[in-house]
């Protein structure tokens, strides 16, 4: 059995050897070779492994499949960046901003076509696994365009952002799960409780963002507190204070962009408690979370098996509300 | 044996059942719909069924793999546009400039994943297919972004504009051949001599279009006379010319950017008369074009299954001059 960090230096060393990185030319290459490089959790890829690993060993179609994994979310990562006109990622530079909007483009097609090449290294199953990652990489591509969508739309409920940041976020998590869930070789019906755990996580790991970034320590989450506010992001706990205000306070709520940084982030953050949203939003956490850990028991293979994973779990889960 | 148009039409049937474009939202895949339905002539789909029924019958595996390769194809349409800043395709607004960048790269990004689920249908020598089809796939990229380099590099030879074009538009049209023929169960060998056919073909047919640009007649090819030129594009011609003329000459064709368009147009295609840039054009589709048609003469397989594709080909390289 092997833990997180074992596998995410094991990883480490594929990704360094990635044949489709060292093709030419280099104005196409070595910014996806940069991007690789600024890191990133890897959380994707260990999933994974780790599915893999609780029915057999970590064979060969296990890694190849995991980096296929983290080539695709990776090429989502950088068309995404040109989308939100994201000038950082991991801090540094994103492509279109370091190389431009062509490069930007292109880096990203490759990358979800070396995501293909790898794919297509497996023995086993690979009709089933194709069929499982496409139907996925069409839905993370569904979910960033209706997070674009949501910006200019004016009714966005609170389950129509559950079902996009489903899409956006959580299906490639799920997948990923599955995916190395099969080739360890487990059932049809284990498949799919990995599935369910995959995507719970996801849901919850992704409403606990937002809930951190209104109210959490930017200390402890080594962001701006409030971003999400000042970018006037749609996110769970403006669209439930919404839904659950009174006419007054949703003028009031649309009122507030007139406010200075600070003022505007105070007064919505009261906003949020005073409607409930920030119960609700923890509320919505705890129930994707329970969801997530009742998947995991339930998987059937011996507890020893399970440990990496519900280790990796917890503490993707047990951040700092 | 099926000639051209009733495989277009045939498949034309199949473009209209592509699952994917069902899905929802509308605003992906309303506008990946409104590209395919802008036609198009379907060369690269109809050379692969072409050249499965070279050696049997077109299979299923044959229309999935056809309808990956268009797809494929408009994807890099779709992305190509936004670099070029294309306001136009087929005489209609591309989909950046109808729906916006971010349905531009997300559209294109369907496309693509809609092109590997139609692959990951095929049943036989699936693995096989997707190798030709990713290496393939990269190579349409490095061409296009060496397509993008030549625009601000100021050394482009010849050579490396054959090169460029070779990735960019003829390895798609070879690898269309080849996967045809590979699903028809033919040898290596011949697999090897219709990629090669196919490679010859597209470099014979953009050097063509290079021609037809400066010297064609524009009532003939439905383009403006000297787009290219205008353009300032770093064509055969004037990369030959460059490559031939004294350093007065070389200055001259700087300057004539200065002139009004129909003088600047005039002055540039008597300058690729003079240094002898047009014969050469010509010599080298010739070359290209011979070397299609010996290499399908080459094919083993019987002359009446050969006839539809000597007929496609002979129409796609005996154009006007």
């Known amino acids: 059995m092997h833990d997180f960090k074992t596998l995410v230096t094991q990883f480490e060393g594929r990704i360094a050897q990635i044949p489709a990185l060292s093709r030419s030319p280099e104005s196409l290459y070595e910014p996806c070779r940069y991007l690789l490089g600024l890191g990133g959790k ?7 492994l ?16 995991a980096l296929a994994i983290e080539l695709f979310h990776n090429f989502t990562l950088v068309h995404d960046d040109i989308m939100d006109h994201a000038p950082l990622r991991r801090g540094q530079a994103t492509i279109h901003a370091r190389n431009g909007l062509t490069a930007g483009i292109l880096c990203g097609d ?25 139907q ?40 990923s799960l599955k995916i190395g869930a099969i080739i360890g070789g487990t059932s049809a019906g284990n498949a799919e409780k990995i599935y369910e755990l995959g995507k719970a996580l996801g849901i919850a790991f992704q409403l606990q963002d937002d809930y951190l970034d209104a109210f959490g ?11 999400d506010i000042l970018a006037n992001k749609k996110t ?4 439930h204070a919404l839904e659950n205000c009174d006419e007054a306070t949703r003028t009031s709520l649309h009122q507030l962009n007139n406010l200075p940084d600070n003022e505007k982030v105070a007064a919505t953050t009261a906003l949020f408690r005073a409607t409930g949203a920030d119960r609700a939003c923890t509320h919505a956490v705890v129930t994707y979370s329970e969801k997530a850990f009742a998947a995991l028991d339930d998987l059937a293979c011996t507890a020893n098996r399970k440990a990496p994973l519900k280790k990796l779990v917890e503490s993707l889960l047990h951040r700092q509300f």
């Open 42 to 48: 890897r959380i994707r890829p260990v999933l994974c």
């Open 110 to 134: 490759v990358l979800c076509i070396a995501a293909y090449q790898h794919l297509g290294q497996i023995r086993n199953t690979l009709p089933t696994i194709l069929a499982i990652f496409n």
């Open 136 to 175: 996925t990489a069409l839905e993370v591509c569904e979910g960033q365009q209706l997070d674009m969508d949501f910006e200019s739309k004016t009714q966005v409920s609170v389950a129509d952002y559950v079902n996009m940041i489903g899409l956006k976020t959580s299906v490639l998590l799920a997948a």
């Open 236 to 239: 769970f706990l403006y669209l």
């Open 217 to 227: 320590d930017p200390i402890k989450t080594g962001k701006q507190a409030g971003g």
């Open 50 to 65: 780790m599915a893999a690993e609780l029915f057999a060993e970590i064979s060969e179609d296990a890694w190849q499949a």
